[in-house]
């Protein structure tokens, strides 16, 4: 069964994606996995915390990175890579190409070595289908500042436009270069559309690789 990560700029409609995508498979009689980065765990849940704690202005740019794949070697080893064995579709809001585009060009980090760190992190796990959900930076921002009214930005929502223009540019740039994996989404459609058009994306992967899945 598939392992499906999905990325983009907060505000993007990730998770109400996941939630309809999750209960289209369950129908088909799939067992459906969701998780989310950073957390998933116990102990992401507390980096989590951590990461997003708007008082914690020290944090170094590497010391970013680094608990960032911490909780994501968490997750693999605790929840992913069981629910994998055990013949789950594994959801994943957020992975390796998330601190790819947050960390690695938003914090000038570079890359190639924040991709390092996550290889060792994960075991080299990646995921076999990843949808990157796209929206210009002034959509996003303006979607997520009507949560901050409630509840006041975290950590990483304090950064300027420049920063989340360098991770779009991140993002779209990983989608070029892989794009038998990464489907890009233009998400500003509607949440009808974009769940057609996921569903199909996912069907198509289920027929190839595993014919027994899906119901005729």
């Known amino acids: 069964m598939p392992f499906i990560t999905f990325e983009g700029l907060d505000g993007a409609g990730k998770s109400t994606q996941i939630a309809r995508l999750a209960q289209r498979l369950t129908a088909q009689g799939l067992h459906v996995v969701c998780t ?4 998933g765990t116990d102990i992401g849940d507390r980096l989590r915390e951590l990461l997003l704690d708007p008082a914690q202005t020290r944090l170094a740019p590497r010391t970013e990175a680094l608990l960032y794949a911490a909780s994501r070697a968490q997750l693999v080893a605790e929840v992913i890579r069981p629910a994998l064995a055990e013949g789950a579709v594994v959801l994943c809001d957020r992975y390796v190409d998330a601190s790819l585009a947050y960390q690695g060009a938003g914090l000038g980090l570079g890359v190639e070595a924040v991709a390092a760190v996550n290889r060792f992190a994960t075991d080299g796990l990646t995921p076999d289908l990843t949808f990157l959900f ?48 990464v489907v890009r989404l233009e998400a500003s459609r509607p949440p009808e559309v974009l769940e057609q058009e996921i569903w199909a994306h996912v069907q198509n992967w289920l027929s190839k690789h595993d014919r027994g899945a899906m119901r005729e």
């Open 36 to 39: 989310r980065e950073p957390g």
């Open 134 to 181: 796209d929206v210009p930076v002034a959509v996003s921002r303006d979607r997520i500042s009507r949560d901050m009214d409630k509840r006041g930005p975290d950590r990483i929502e304090r950064r300027s436009d420049e920063y989340f223009q360098r991770v779009r540019t991140a993002f779209l740039r990983i989608a070029e270069t892989e794009p038998d994996r």
